[in-house]
T-cell receptor
């Protein structure tokens, strides 16, 4: 089974702190994604990566950056956390090219920014 | 860009009844439409998907229909069971979109025993 592991299930940070959310997948998938989940808004794409050291902006990249130094690991970085970044963050991975194909999600990281 | 709207936002059904969730999309070039189920405390999981060259697809108690002309697609769950209680998300994408799925806002389904 594909496993996508997010390092922290729950985090509480203060405004202005730098936050790292880590994600690791074990199935050698080329593509990795970071989504943000908010009630009523569904899942919104923050960033994605289709290869090591490659990244593309999603729909809501402002205030976030990402890093993919190894194929299995994709990190989301909040340089200076703000209260409006309080949310559930979901990492996902997928094999292959193109937009079709199953996304495998981690269990999510719930971030609260005070 | 693509916009996907999903209705209803909440749905309560009696066990054994059917549940229907509807989504509309804006980009006529979209050609891939998956549905994901998210159980409490877990990440979403793909339950069924359909491509634009197919009008309907079934998998046991779950079916999805696609109307390309009207730009809408629906998820049908028959003979609902308590384990069908979850949040369901529809999504749409197109080949030229660069790996990007656009999700609907989600539907919270509660199956009452």
């Amino acid at each position: 089974d594909v496993k996508v592991t997010q390092s922290s299930r729950y985090l509480v940070k203060r405004t202005g702190e730098k936050v790292f959310l880590e994600c690791v997948q074990d199935m050698d998938h080329e593509n990795m994604f970071w989504y943000r989940q908010d009630p009523g808004l569904g899942l919104r794409l923050i960033y994605f990566s289709y290869d090591v050291k490659m990244k593309e902006k999603g729909d809501i990249p402002e205030g976030y950056s990402v890093s993919r130094e190894k194929k299995e690991r994709f990190s989301l970085i909040l340089e200076s956390a703000s209260t409006n970044q309080t949310s559930m963050y979901l990492c996902a991975s997928r094999w292959g090219q193109g937009a079709a194909g199953e996304l495998f999600f981690g269990e999510g990281s719930r971030l609260t920014v005070l | 860009g693509e916009n996907v709207e999903q209705h209803p936002s909440t749905l309560s059904v009696q066990e054994g009844d059917s549940a229907v969730i509807k989504c509309t999309y804006s980009d006529s070039a979209s050609n891939y439409f998956p549905w994901y189920k998210q159980e409490l405390g877990k990440g979403p999981q793909l339950i069924i998907d359909i491509r634009s060259n197919v009008g309907e697809k079934k998998d046991q108690r779950i079916a999805v229909t696609l109307n390309k002309t009207a730009k809408h697609f629906s998820l049908h769950i028959t003979e609902t069971q308590p384990e069908d209680s979850a949040v369901y998300f529809c999504a749409a994408s197109r080949r030229a979109a660069g790996n990007k799925l656009t999700f609907g806002g989600g539907t919270r389904v509660l199956v009452k025993p």
